[in-house]
């Protein structure tokens, strides 16, 4: 089945520096890829996705990469803030409909003011 | 639109004891998924309902989680009897049905389970 890893467990950063977190994937199968945020007591909500026919996207100041020869995909937050501070998921999905997520453990980010 | 909604919030027990977990997902959702989620790990899918039917339960303890979706709305996950092991927080999640366009999976807060 289907493992994904990510790193690294934990970031800091400055205010206003960038952060990059990586992913790497097992199955080649996989077309989907959501990176998810949670805040503390909270469930994970979604941040940005991207799927197999694109190599990169960008929302304001999030963008993720995918390099699917390498299998991974990389998520980069720029000027970050106090309230980017979370932890990040990155996601797999091998189903053709996008569901069936395989998560990886995480990434506690601490953006530091 | 109203989000996932989940309860109890928290919920301590002692092992071999039995615990119901309750969610009611966004209105129009046809898919909703239940995770495990242990402290510092990634959420574990335990089982996806499509309506009122199982989709996937592949990585569910069946021996003693159990699952229901009546009437293809809410949905109760229990667990009997519990062990030490099962503490952790559990997502309720939902989306728009397979085939949708629509990917993207919405969760609840999620109830933190303590099991001593």
Do not use: M
């Not at chain 1, 106090?82 to 996601?91: N, Q, T």
């Not at chain 2, 129009?28 to 996806?48: R, S």
């Not at chain 2, 309902?49 to 229990?78: I, M």
Request: include cysteine; glycine fraction near 8%.
């Amino acid at each position: 089945g289907e493992n994904v890893e990510q790193h690294p467990s934990t970031l800091s950063v400055q205010e206003g520096d960038s952060a990059v977190i990586k992913c790497t994937y097992s199955d080649s199968a996989s077309n989907y890829f959501p990176w998810y945020k949670q805040e503390l007591g909270k469930g994970p909500q979604l941040i940005i996705d991207i799927r197999s026919n694109v190599g990169e996207k960008k929302d304001q100041r999030i963008a993720v990469t995918l390099n699917k020869t390498a299998k991974h995909f990389s998520l980069h937050i720029t000027e970050t803030q106090p309230e980017d501070s979370a932890v990040y998921f990155c996601a797999a999905s091998p189903d053709n409909y996008g569901q069936n997520f395989v998560f990886g453990p995480g990434t506690r980010l601490s953006v530091l003011p | 639109e109203a989000g996932v909604a989940q309860s109890p919030r928290y919920k301590i027990i002692e092992k071999r004891q039995s615990v119901a977990f309750w969610c009611n997902p966004i209105s129009g959702h046809a898919t909703l998924y239940w995770y495990q989620q242990i402290l510092g790990q990634g959420p574990k899918l335990l089982i996806q309902f499509q309506n009122n039917g199982v989709v996937d339960d592949s990585q569910l303890p069946k021996d003693r989680f159990s699952a229901e979706r009546l009437k293809g709305v809410d949905s109760t996950l229990k667990i009997q009897p519990a062990k030490l092991e099962d503490s952790a927080v559990y997502l309720c999640a939902s989306s728009l049905t397979s085939g949708s366009g629509s990917y993207e999976q919405y969760f609840g807060p999620g109830t933190r389970l303590t099991v001593t």
